[in-house]
């Protein structure tokens, strides 16, 4: 008759009896972060239901520049604005871009509200499996509205004549919107925590909202600039989030390697303005982590 032979205490594998436990408080303290990410991301889009006027104010308002600043220049002669066909056409890459900047230059609002109002407390003291939750739900909620928004003006701009790039083409303008709006996301969120009050939030997005607006290729090409103007649309990551959306829409037969803005200091290429959109996007969650953790712990 056989039986089981009970080894020695000495010889029992401790960390393989301890891992599935380890390994589902691990689980289930992801899942509480997912949950607790949704349910914050959900109650803000149930605000944007209930007032809506942000959301429609911020598609109301770039179509307007599209229709009105088309019909301005509809009569440049050929050429003026590049390998455009019309500036229409010029103009929807850098409307496609400024909204998504403008929108996620907002996001800190919302958050700064609930600190004025109490409820961001509240969430702080709440039981919570990780208060970076709250930031990472305004985050999404932000990043979403922009591609929202993008994706209104890309069919604006085809309505108005500006053409439409294929599949490929679409999926770029996306990752191109998304690494935008992370990174400006990101700043307005540790504006949030770092300024005292909305006021000052407000002005610092009136401060810098259309100075980055004039001192990019949104509205004219680099060529049209002064040699200080040129150099600082240059540095300005907007310029690298246009100049490759422009591409597309110029051009069929775009690749990484395709060249899509000369600056002062030499040629940038469609990768490498997807890399310093990367970059950009990487430093600003970077340089909010030590603020982001100073106020939520």
Known sequence: MSRTVTPPKSEIDWQQVASPQLDTGATSILNELVQETLALTRRLFIQLQR??????????QPVMWLILFGALFQNAPPGLFGNSQSYAQFLGAGVIVFTAFGGALNAGLPVMFDREFGFLNRLLVAPLAS????????????????????AVIVAAA???????????GLGVITLVVFL????????????????PGHIELIAVIFVTNLPLLFASTALAPLSFMPKWLQV???????????EPIRYLYTHSDWNLSSIVMQAPWGTITFGGALLVLLGFSLVALLSIQPLL???LT
């Open 158 to 168: 085809a309505f108005l004549g500006a053409g439409l790039p294929d599949v490929t």
């Open 293 to 295: 953790r100073k106020s």
């Open 51 to 60: 007032r809506p006027s942000t959301l429609v104010a911020g598609i109301i």
């Open 232 to 242: 600082v649309a240059s540095l300005n990551p907007l310029s690298y989030a246009i």
């Open 180 to 195: 935008l709006a992370l990174g400006v996301t990101a700043l307005s969120l540790g504006l949030a925590f770092a300024l």
């Open 131 to 150: 208060r970076f939750s709250i930031v990472l739900a305004s985050a999404i909620f932000i990043i979403t509205q922009s591609l929202l928004q993008a």
